[in-house]
């Protein structure tokens, strides 16, 4: 069966401030992808990256920035300079192989950035 | 912009009450899901539609009910709501095919139950 695993349930930093959010998975397959979404205080999930099996290079978007290292089964997410904008709950995902490519959801990590 | 709208954001039923939900979407996208967000937790897939396919996760209780009219729209349909039926429920829609494309969120409907 597959499990997303996010430790850490809440983080408060101070405005631009570094900070990572931990993801950690399992799964059986080769195959799968691994996401990032962002749920505002809106309530609407905003979606950040998706990263495939296959590729294991680090990206960077912004201030944002993603390590994913198969040999861990991780999938963290970095923020650099923090601002309060990023005040978000963030979930990491993983999908299900074929089919509708469902996701599953690990329990979310609640980041606090104080101005 | 094409996106996925769900209506009415807010809604209040009383208990036993039905309720539909609807969510339509301009991005032609072939799946469509319903997740069931209960506060402080991770969304949680009730069903989806792979193109006309309905598919009912196991867990999801016969209570709630879903329609695809055509594809653009999607309806949940609670019969007899409950007090822990009381949540936030996410539509979100993806194009499946041979290249897996990520899936794109409704703002959501917050239901409270009397």
């Known amino acids: 069966a597959q499990k997303v695993t996010q430790a850490q349930t809440e983080i408060s930093v101070v405005e631009k401030e570094d900070v990572t959010l931990d993801c950690v998975y399992e799964?059986?397959?080769?195959?799968?992808?691994l996401f990032w979404y962002k749920q505002p205080p809106s309530g609407e999930l905003v979606f950040l990256i998706r990263?495939?099996?296959?590729?294991?290079q680090n990206e960077i978007s912004g201030r944002y920035s993603w390590n994913f290292q198969k040999s861990t089964s991780s999938f963290n997410f970095t923020i650099t300079a923090s601002q309060v904008v990023d005040s978000a709950v963030y979930f990491c995902?993983?999908?299900?192989?074929?089919?509708?490519?469902?996701?599953?959801f690990g329990q979310g990590t609640r980041l606090t950035i104080n101005p | 912009d094409a996106m996925v709208i769900q209506n009415p954001r807010y809604q209040v039923t009383q208990f036993g009450k039905p309720v539909t939900l609807s969510c339509s979407q301009t991005?032609?996208?072939?799946?469509m899901y319903w997740y069931q967000q209960k506060s402080s937790q991770a969304p949680k897939l009730l069903f989806h539609?792979?193109?006309?396919?309905?598919?009912n996760e196991a867990d999801t209780p016969d209570n709630f009910q879903s329609r695809r009219p055509n594809t653009s729209f999607c309806f949940l349909d609670i019969r007899s709501p409950g007090l822990g039926d009381a949540a936030m429920y996410l539509c979100?829609?993806?194009?499946?095919?041979?290249?897996?494309?990520?899936?794109?969120f409704g703002p959501g409907t917050r239901l409270t139950v009397l």
């Open positions: 979100a829609t993806s194009n499946q095919g041979v290249v897996y494309n990520e899936q794109f």
């Open positions: 799964t059986r397959d080769t195959t799968y992808y």
């Open positions: 990263r495939n099996s296959f590729d294991e």
């Open positions: 995902a993983l999908s299900e192989p074929g089919g509708a490519q469902k996701l599953v």
């Open positions: 991005l032609n996208h072939n799946v």
């Open positions: 539609y792979y193109d006309k396919d309905f598919n």
